[in-house]
Structures are given as C-alpha cells and as structure tokens.
C-alpha cells in the first residue's frame, strides 16, 4: 500500500520527533554517510569526462527519486510510519518557516562560521558529525538567504516556467540546454553571477553551507529540497501526460554525449533501474 509524503509545514509534532528519531538512527548506524559518499561520487559535471546520472543529465530526476526512495527504505527499516516529508519553497520562504524550527531541523548558523547552533543536528547535540565532505568541518553549516550577499528562493512564476515546457529534455542533454522541463527546474542558466542559479539550484545556494557543493546530503534538508522536485516532476508529468523522459535511445557515436547520458530504458548507475522504470511512483508513495 502506498505511503504519503506531507508538505513538511503540516506535520504534527510527533511527526516531527519519530522523522528526527528515525534520521539521527540511521545516522548512528553508519548508513547515512555512505548516502553523502554516494552523491559526491555520482556528482559529475559537464566538464568531467564519463557518464553523467545525477547531475546535470536528463537523469537528474530519476536518479534523485531512486536515491529518495534508498533513504526512505532506510528511515522505515526504523520506524515504519516514517516518510520523507517535502519542503515547498515556493511558499514556506522565510529562515524562521517550516523546516527550520528548532524541533525539526533547527535554523541558519551563526555568523562567525556558519556553524547551526539550534535543532536536534547541531554539532552540539552529539548526534550530525560530519563525516564526508569536501570541508574538514565536523559541524553542519547553513547560511540562509546568504547574509552577506542575499539571494531569495525561487517564486511560483519562476518555478511555472519550468512546468509549463512539454518537453522533458533536448540535446546537448547538459548544463547548458536551453528547451525542456528538467534543466529549468534543475535551474542552471546562462546568465551570470547568482542569475544563473534557478529553481532547483537556487536553493541549495539558498540554504548555503553544507548544501553547496557535492557533499550537499550532509544537510537533511537535502532530502525535504528534493522530495518537493520529484513532486514538480509529478506535476509535469499529470500537465503533458502524451511526454515522456527523453532520450529515449541512447546519443550514437557521433555525438559528444555518447555513453555520457542515461537513455529512458538503460540502467541508471549505481542501480539496476531504468528511467523508465522509475516514471510512475504512485504504487510506492504518493504526495499529501
């Protein structure tokens, strides 16, 4: 029976507390740094050679929503109630909102160094070091909105211009992609300076801190910030029901993204799934 992910401003507080519990439990149990080892390892760029899954592909969404689904196994191996609850940064858009309260999340940090002081994953607590990374930090950080040079998340018109492109993907299937639905939600632009941040990765650099860069799991806003993409990716899908995720063959030997994209029915590393495979959730979870 499918399970439902809430908006994370309506959940009760026993919600919040048994989501806490069943995150600093598996925290505990080692599991979840092998999650932060697994995105920094799948975060590969355009200008790296290889495969692309998770980033800046067409893949984006699929990798994210098998990687979704890994933690939530996980979470519910502890508690069964527990789902990843989804954080709508279209609305709840201020530092003191839904899911930065002190008996979820907790807040920014301070300014000295960005260090979080409040929540139950405060360095302080005992129970979120940090592990892995590309910091030797052991804190979590968190700079929201960017205190010295503010940015604000992303509006619903900004996030409708994404939603509105029938098309899901379109060649050269990267960063640099003008057409389709998945580059404009994962948001890299061609404008400069913090212009070329949209959507999706405006609110990592939003968030700041340990959410910038490919150790961004560190946070455990990571998993509220993409539970709300894969349910704009369910939006989409509802809008253009007639458009699928594209490519749907792989780019021939000619092309500069031979072998370095995921097509709709080949296997998305490290999974033995394919895109195609992950299109439809609605016998795994549903969006309350």
């Given amino acids: 029976m499918a399970y439902t992910r809430k908006d994370v401003s309506t959940l009760t507080r026993t919600e919040k507390r048994r989501f806490v519990k069943a995150m600093l439990e598996v925290k505990r149990r080692g599991e979840y740094d092998e999650f932060v080892r697994t995105h920094i390892e799948y975060y590969t760029s355009d200008g790296e050679d290889g495969l692309r899954t998770a980033h800046m592909a067409p893949s984006f969404l699929p990798w994210h929503r098998q990687f979704l689904l890994d933690l939530e196994k996980a979470l519910r191996r502890v508690d069964a109630s527990v789902s990843v609850p989804y954080w709508d940064w279209t609305r709840d858009r201020t530092t003191t909102s839904a899911p930065w309260t002190a008996d979820l999340l907790g807040g920014t940090g301070r300014r000295s160094d960005r260090q979080v002081m409040t929540g139950p994953f405060a360095y302080a607590e005992g129970n979120w070091t ?126 500069a993204q031979y072998r370095r994209v995921v097509a709709r029915h080949e296997k998305l590393p490290p999974w033995n799934v394919t895109p195609d495979q992950l299109e439809d959730h609605g016998r795994i979870y549903r969006y309350g």
Avoid: C
């Avoid at 509220?224 to 253009?240: C, K, P, T, Y």
């Fill in 130 to 255: 940090i592990k892995e990374g590309i910091t030797d930090e052991e804190f979590l950080t968190r700079d929201l909105g960017r205190a010295r040079d503010p940015i604000q998340l992303p509006t619903e018109a900004e996030l409708e211009r994404a939603l509105k492109d029938p098309l899901y993907d379109a060649s050269p299937w990267d960063s640099t992609t003008g057409k389709g639905f998945r580059n404009k939600l994962e948001g890299w632009g061609s404008s400069q300076g913090s212009a070329s941040w949209q959507n999706h990765n405006r609110v990592h650099r939003w968030v700041g801190g340990a959410m910038v860069g490919g150790a961004s799991v560190n946070d455990p806003v990571f998993w509220m910030h993409h539970a709300f993409v894969d349910l704009v990716w369910s939006r989409w899908q509802r809008r253009h029901r007639e458009h699928r995720y594209l490519p749907a063959k792989p780019p021939g030997p000619g092309s």
